[in-house]
């Protein structure tokens, strides 16, 4: 059963609204442009996986994906986690293409493509990393020592994988996607001692905590370089002003009821997680106080008042829920 869902990485979300909001020719495009497609390519191996998971009996195998847990103050990410009442498997989702050459003697991981050979940081290495942050934080939480193991997960099936004729366990551990299923069952087979994973279960469920990237920050964008005003849908321009209650393209007079909505969204994806009438004034390029004060207590966004009640602060909604409800590609 899936009791953590797959969604779409937050760093897409953030990604495509940054995108947006600068100049087309801005030199950092190419950047964005090369980190999205990344993004969601890895997304792509991601859901390839959750349709085999998804073949698992669902009483017996409770599935969580892209789960943020912290340890001692440090955060760590696991891909996907398979809990059973006799295991913990975690699953590390690599999506590269051509030829993985794993190198048992000095743990190197190279990808061969176009006849060139490239390093990575060996993803076997990096699970056993999460492996050992993972057992620290059952500790931590004073849940029952279940045993951890965890695979690694090539997503394309197209992927050549390689390694040394050197006896070592890297066929054991390194799999195709399509076969993630029937090695869950072998290694569930492995571990005898029945515990319960509900309290585990309940406590991920809880303990989980998304890191919410600064996106400007990393890609070294200043705030000022963000363009400011509302978009218009039709034309592109950032120009739209107030009139007679709807928003209207001065540039080709397309008329919108709701197009302050993205905007007040960009200005929470990029900026800041709060805004106030004035932040959202100079954000929108619109100078009267009280149209501004109308559009923001329309989209019910939770808020509380500062100076004795005079002033009001907003707050931003959860990230998937405005990317779900507002169409922002
Ligand atoms: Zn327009």
């Given at each position: 059963?899936?009791?953590?869902?797959l969604?779409?990485?937050?760093?897409?979300?953030?990604?495509?609204?940054?995108?947006?909001?600068?100049?087309?020719?801005?030199?950092?495009?190419?950047?964005?442009?090369?980190?999205?497609?990344?993004?969601?390519?890895?997304f792509?191996g991601e859901k390839?996986l959750r349709?085999?998971?998804?073949?698992?009996?669902?009483?017996?195998?409770?599935?969580?994906?892209?789960?943020?847990?912290?340890?001692?103050?440090?955060?760590?990410?696991?891909d996907?986690?398979?809990?059973?009442?006799?295991?913990?498997?975690?699953?590390?989702v690599?999506?590269?293409?051509?030829?993985?050459?794993?190198?048992?003697?000095?743990?190197?991981?190279?990808?061969?493509?176009?006849?060139?050979?490239?390093?990575?940081?060996?993803?076997?290495?990096?699970?056993?990393?999460?492996?050992?942050?993972?057992?620290?934080?059952?500790?931590?939480?004073?849940?029952?020592?279940?045993?951890?193991?965890?695979?690694?997960?090539?997503?394309?099936?197209?992927?050549?994988?390689?390694?040394?004729?050197?006896?070592?366990?890297?066929?054991?551990?390194?799999?195709?996607?399509?076969?993630?299923?029937?090695?869950?069952?072998?290694?569930?087979?492995?571990?005898?001692?029945?515990?319960?994973?509900?309290?585990?279960?309940?406590?991920?469920?809880?303990?989980?905590?998304?890191?919410?990237?600064?996106?400007?920050?990393?890609?070294?964008?200043?705030?000022?370089?963000?363009?400011?005003?509302?978009?218009?849908?039709?034309?592109?321009?950032?120009?739209?002003?107030?009139?007679?209650?709807?928003?209207?393209?001065?540039?080709?007079?397309?008329?919108?009821?709701?197009?302050?909505?993205?905007?007040?969204?960009?200005?929470?994806?990029?900026?800041?997680?709060?805004?106030?009438?004035?932040?959202?004034?100079?954000?929108?390029?619109?100078?009267?106080?009280?149209?501004?004060?109308?559009?923001?207590?329309?989209?019910?966004?939770?808020?509380?008042?500062?100076?004795?009640?005079?002033?009001?602060?907003?707050?931003?909604?959860?990230?998937?829920?405005?990317?779900?409800?507002?169409?922002?590609?």
């Open positions: 059963m899936i009791i953590k869902d969604t779409i990485p937050i760093r897409i979300i953030l990604d495509t609204a940054l995108s947006r909001r600068l100049p087309r020719n801005h030199p950092k495009q190419k950047d964005i442009a090369e980190d999205l497609t990344k993004r969601q390519a890895g792509k390839n349709y085999y998971l998804d073949l698992l009996p669902k009483e017996e195998y409770l599935i969580f994906f892209d789960l943020n847990l912290t340890v001692n103050n440090y955060s760590f990410q696991i996907a986690l398979v809990i059973t009442s006799n295991m913990v498997l975690i699953l590390e690599k999506n590269f293409s051509g030829t993985l050459f794993f190198e048992p003697i000095f743990n190197q991981f190279i990808r061969k493509n176009n006849n060139k050979a490239e390093g990575f940081p060996n993803p076997i290495i990096q699970a056993q990393r999460q492996r050992s942050l993972l057992i620290k934080w059952f500790k931590e939480h004073g849940i029952q020592a279940f045993p951890v193991d965890y695979l690694i997960v090539i997503s394309h099936s197209s992927t050549i994988l390689e390694t040394s004729n050197e006896p070592s366990s890297i066929s054991q551990k390194v799999l195709h996607a399509e076969k993630v299923v029937s090695k869950i069952l072998e290694l569930s087979n492995q571990y005898k001692k029945k515990l319960n994973p509900t309290r585990l279960s309940n406590s991920l469920q809880k303990l989980h905590s998304p890191p919410i990237p600064n996106i400007l920050e990393s890609f070294a964008i200043e705030k000022n370089e963000i363009i400011k005003g509302i978009e218009c849908s039709q034309c592109h321009s950032y120009s739209m002003k107030r009139d007679h209650g709807a928003w209207i393209c001065p540039a080709c007079n397309f008329i919108s009821i709701d197009a302050h909505k993205q905007a007040i969204f960009d200005y929470f994806l990029l900026i800041s997680d709060t805004i106030t009438n004035q932040q959202c004034r100079d954000f929108l390029s619109i100078s009267n106080r009280k149209t501004i004060h109308r559009v923001l207590s329309s989209m019910n966004l939770r808020s509380s008042t500062y100076e004795k009640g005079k002033k009001k602060i907003y707050y931003r909604p959860d990230i998937h829920w405005i990317n779900k409800n507002h169409c922002l590609n």
